[in-house]
Every structure is written in structure tokens, then in C-alpha cells.
């Protein structure tokens, strides 16, 4: 006896096909949806990397006695490092006689900075002196909290820098630097606030 066909007879193997069909989707849209999870993530790792290189920038703000007042009238300079603990008072006319053996590692990179500062500033046009009283102002650097970071390198959490006229002591510009969300290097500091001390130059 033979057996009539039966259409809606599913058998054994009535859904191997079907089944094919909707693995081949299921696989193409997974495959989607790890491509689309993979730019997604490139996504959020360029944008960190952007972030982290914008935020390790110190920020740099001031205040001038005057809107008018040009640095440049205040060309003859003599420059102050002090350590935020206020323990190390160093100018530029010592920096030869001191013995950097007897010194702690940050306050050795606090006078580099120092020496940084220096070199920004006469590039911009300023005259270091030799003696106090040939000088027009006088500089104060001080910088706090000067660390070795594995990555970064030496950071530092800020910066401050501070004119003062030498004939009357008034402050006559102060310029502060700080971080915005990742501490920044001490040679970003430094190079930051020479471009805000040249723009009133």
C-alpha cells in the first residue's frame, strides 16, 4: 500500500530548510551587531583619547592691574622660585651655587621649571639682571604638589606666577595655571602660562 501525500504532513526533516534559512539570518545579524558594538567602542576610544589629551592641557587664568599695563614696560626682570610649602626660596642669580644633592627630586624639577620659565621668557623678550636692584619687576614661580607620574612624566597640580613691581611691590600680574581634569605635565604648565605672559607682553 502506498501512502498518500500529505501537504501538511511535517515529517522528520520537514524543517531543516526553514531552519537553514533563519541560522543564515540570525548569523548576519549578529555579525551586524558586533560591527555596529566595534565602531561603537573605536567611537568611545577616539573620543577618550581626544578628552585625554584636551583635558592633561593646564588652564591658564590672570588678572593685570591694568587693562593697558604692558609687560614689556617691565623688561628687566629678576625671577623667584618658591615651593608651595613655602620651604625653598631659590632666585635666578643662585641657581649655579646650589648643590642639587641636598635637594628633594621635585624641588630639583621645581628648579628646572624654573629654568623653563627662564628661557620662555626671554625668548618672548624679557631681560633677566643679575642683581636685584637693576631689576624692573620681580617674578615669584611657585608651584604645588610636583610629582613623577609613570605615563606623564613630572605633573603638577598648579602653577602660579606673579609680577611684582620692584620699586613699590605691588603685583601688577598674576597668572595661574591649573588642571582641568587629568593633571597636566610641569613643562605644559610652564609652557602655558609663557603664551599667556606673552600675549601682555
Known sequence: MHELWNPGYCG?????????????????LNQKADSKRFFESYIIIIMLIILNLN???AYVQRTILSPNLRLRNYNNIIANLVTSSGSLSLSTTTLGQIDSAHLMEGEKQGILALESLQFEMMSIGFNFVSEENQADAIVD??????RYDPLAGWIADQAFVK?????????IAFYRAQSQ?????????IS??????????
Open 163 to 171: 609680577f611684582r613691581d620692584r620699586k613699590t611691590g605691588q603685583v
Open 192 to 201: 602655558n602660562l609663557a603664551s599667556k605672559i606673552k600675549g601682555d607682553y
Open 141 to 146: 614661580l611657585s608651584i604645588g604638589s610636583i
Open 181 to 189: 581634569i587629568v593633571t597636566p605635565t610641569v613643562n605644559n604648565i
Open 55 to 57: 583635558s592633561c592641557t
Open 12 to 28: 522528520k526533516y520537514a524543517n531543516f530548510q526553514p531552519n537553514g534559512r533563519e541560522s543564515l539570518k540570525n548569523s548576519k
